[in-house]
C-alpha cells in the first residue's frame, strides 16, 4: 500500500455576481509552500457539497465551519484530506461524477472580451460569471453526454 499523504486544499469564495453569491475557487498546495498553489477550479456550492459529503472525510462540525467561512465574500478557508497520493486527489476534486470541472469560455457581448474559467457545476445548474467589464454571463452546464458540455442559454431573437 501506498503511503498516505495530507494535502491542504484551499476554497475561496469569489465576490458575487450580480444577486448571486460567487463560485468558490479550488487551490491545491502541490509543493509544501514551494511554487504558488495549482488552481483546480471554481465550483459552484452544490458542486462543492457533493465532494466535501461524498467519503465522509469531514465531520458535521468541519462542514458547518467551511460553510460558515465561505458564506461572505472573499472568505476563505484551508482544509486537509488524506489521499494516497496527489493524482489520485486531483482527480477525485475535477472528475467528481455529476459536477465534474470542465473549461468554459465565453465571449462578452459587452468588450469582446475572451473569459476563460474550469467551472465544476452540476448538470442543469446555472453559473453566473462576471467579465473585466461587469457584464453578467450566465451558463448552464448540459448533460456531460453532449460535445458542448457548456452550452449558453438560448437568446430569444439573439
Ligand atoms: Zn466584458
Redesign the pocket.
Known amino acids: 500500500m501506498r503511503a498516505q499523504q495530507i494535502l491542504a486544499l484551499k476554497l475561496r469564495r469569489l465576490p458575487a455576481v450580480g444577486e448571486t453569491p460567487g463560485l468558490i475557487i479550488l487551490t491545491v498546495d502541490v509543493s509544501q509552500g514551494v511554487e504558488p498553489p495549482r488552481q483546480v477550479g471554481a465550483l459552484t456550492d452544490v458542486a462543492l457539497r457533493g465532494r466535501l459529503g461524498h467519503y465522509d472525510l469531514h465531520s458535521a462540525n468541519e462542514l458547518a465551519a467551511i460553510r460558515k467561512a465561505l458564506q461572505p465574500e472573499r472568505g476563505q478557508i484551508t482544509i486537509h484530506e488524506t489521499w494516497s497520493g496527489l493524482g489520485s486527489c486531483l482527480r477525485f476534486w475535477h472528475d467528481f461524477v455529476g459536477s465534474q470541472i470542465r473549461p468554459v469560455e465565453w465571449i ?1 457581448e ?2 469582446a ?1 475572451v473569459n476563460r474559467q474550469n467551472v465544476g457545476s452540476s448538470v442543469g445548474e446555472t453559473s453566473s460569471h462576471s ?5 453578467i454571463e450566465r451558463i448552464t452546464a448540459s448533460s456531460p453526454l453532449t460535445l458542448n458540455s457548456l452550452a449558453r442559454p438560448v437568446v430569444e431573437g439573439g
Open positions: 462578452c459587452g468588450c472580451a467579465c473585466k467589464c461587469g457584464r
